[in-house]
């Protein structure tokens, strides 16, 4: 499975930027998706993470209510909607695909594919 992330940038705090990741391979690897960053000096933590299948979604509370996590299907695509932008936001954003249970899905090591990483940068 290659995953290749896109879309990150500068922006001003409350500000919105989109981020793509599309999937290629055998995905059928994977059953979830999910969005881990990365801030300067700090270690990796959970975003977000979605199913392949079904609507159910999760979040970090610092983003919830903010981010929002999305696929296409028809694309292998997904999205993470980044709202009301905060400094505290900017970080290295990396997409990752696994099949972790429910309890693991917020750990690095339940993803087996990476993409490459965008940076996003909230600063005025």
């Known amino acids: 499975v290659q995953l290749q992330a896109s879309g990150g940038g500068l922006m001003q705090p409350g500000g919105s930027l989109r981020l793509s990741c599309a999937a290629s391979?055998?995905?059928?690897?994977?059953?979830?998706m999910a969005w881990f960053r990365q801030a300067p000096g700090k270690e990796r933590e959970f975003v977000s993470a979605t199913r392949w299948t079904g609507t159910t979604t999760y979040y970090a509370d610092s983003v919830r209510g903010r981010f929002t996590i999305s696929r296409n299907d028809a694309k292998n695509t997904v999205y993470l909607q980044m709202n009301s932008l905060k400094p505290e936001d900017t970080a290295v954003y990396y997409c990752?695909?696994?099949?972790?249970?429910?309890?693991?899905?917020?750990?690095?090591?339940?993803?087996?594919?990476w993409g490459q990483g965008t940076l996003v940068t909230v600063s005025s």
């Open positions: 990752a695909g696994g099949r972790p249970i429910t309890s693991t899905l917020r750990r690095e090591s339940s993803y087996a594919y």
């Open positions: 391979g055998h995905t059928g690897s994977t059953n979830y």
